[in-house]
Nanobody, 126 residues
Framework: QVQLVESGGGLVQAGDSLRLSCAAS????????VGWFRQAPGKERDFVAA????????NYADSLKGPFTVSKDNAKNTVYLQMNSLKPEDSAVYYC???????????????????WGQGTQVTVSS
């Protein structure tokens, strides 16, 4: 059974940093592209970042290049999202997702992903 479990969310102040984790079981992230999405109340689920199965390619939403960094630890079967200089508009539920991939695939659309975690809440106060 495939499971993706996000952790690391919480309540922080503007300008603070958070590192989200996505721990995978039932699959090996060496064979999957893993993406991060976020969804605020009443809004669509938006792409944040993705890392290829090989780890050599990263893809970011244009507005998030710089302050957000995606990385992976194959030994821990875990993908991370480092978020710096957080703003109130970054508040949302953050989800990780996995897509079967053999190389440099970093999908940015939700329907391209087969497996999803339950999400972790990030709230940034002003």
């Amino acid at each position: 059974q495939v499971q993706l479990v996000e952790s690391g969310g919480g309540l922080v102040q503007a300008g603070d940093s958070l590192r989200l984790s996505c721990a995978a079981s039932g699959l090996t992230i060496r064979s999957y592209a893993v993406g991060w999405f976020r969804q605020a109340p009443g809004k669509e689920r938006d792409f944040v970042a993705a890392i290829s199965a090989s780890g050599r390619l990263r893809n970011y939403a244009d507005s998030l290049k710089g302050p957000f960094t995606v990385s992976k630890d194959n030994a821990k079967n875990t993908v991370y999202l480092q978020m710096n200089s957080l703003k109130p508009e970054d508040s949302a539920v953050y989800y990780c997702a996995a897509a079967v991939s053999s190389g440099l695939y970093t999908p940015s659309l939700p329907h391209e992903y087969a497996y999803w975690g339950q999400g972790t809440q990030v709230t940034v106060s002003s």
